[in-house]
């Protein structure tokens, strides 16, 4: 695993097992809305760091500008919107990922990305902390497989 991403990881690591030891299941609740937007970030973060990686190591410093500021841009990355970027990169990183990826890891990354945008406009989520905790498991997972499987 990348190093910038392994600290990332690190420190989510740290809150999740903060939280763990909170016994009121309210706060752990509202806590648990938290971690949704910090592993929400995690994914872009993640994505970012791999790509700009390979490109810094495989291109130009132009193209490099180009893909930094075109990676500065992403949002929002559910399983269709990581399965666009990475075509646009590679059809093998795009058939990779599509064969890596399980169906509970899918459905995990699309409901993070969902709830994130819900609790950034106001809205009521069912998350719990023992949901969004499976969650992140799943996505450690897919950012790991993204990494062995198409960046490397």
């Given at each position: 695993?990348?190093?910038?991403?392994?600290?990332?990881?690190?420190?989510l690591?740290?809150?999740?097992k903060?939280?763990?030891?909170?016994?009121?299941?309210?706060?752990?609740?509202?806590?648990?809305?938290?971690?949704?937007?910090?592993?929400?970030?995690?994914?872009?973060?993640?994505?970012?760091?791999?790509?700009?990686?390979?490109?810094?190591?495989?291109?130009?410093?132009?193209?490099v500008?180009?893909?930094?500021?075109?990676?500065?841009?992403?949002?929002?990355?559910?399983?269709?919107?990581?399965?666009?970027?990475?075509?646009?990169?590679?059809?093998?990183?795009?058939?990779?990922?599509?064969?890596?990826?399980?169906?509970?890891?899918?459905?995990?990354?699309?409901?993070?990305i969902?709830?994130?945008?819900?609790?950034?406009?106001?809205?009521?989520?069912?998350?719990?902390?023992?949901?969004?905790?499976?969650?992140?498991?799943?996505?450690?997972?897919?950012?790991?497989?993204?990494?062995?499987?198409?960046?490397?």
């Amino acid at each position: 695993m990348n190093n910038s991403i392994y600290l990332e990881k690190k420190r989510l690591d740290y809150a999740f097992k903060l939280i763990d030891n909170v016994s009121d299941e309210e706060t752990k609740s509202h806590l648990s809305r938290y971690l949704c937007v910090l592993v929400s970030g995690f994914i872009e973060n993640s994505i970012k760091i791999l790509l700009y990686e390979y490109a810094n190591r495989n291109s130009s410093p132009k193209i490099v500008n180009y893909i930094q500021s075109k990676l500065n841009n992403i949002r929002n990355l559910n399983y269709e919107r990581i399965k666009q970027i990475l075509s646009s990169f590679s059809e093998e990183w795009f058939e990779s990922f599509e064969n890596k990826i399980e169906i509970d890891e899918k459905d995990a990354l699309d409901s993070v990305i969902a709830n994130k945008n819900n609790i950034a406009h106001g809205k009521s989520v069912g998350l719990t902390y023992v949901r969004i905790k499976d969650y992140y498991e799943k996505i450690v997972t897919i950012i790991n497989n993204i990494d062995d499987a198409c960046i490397k």
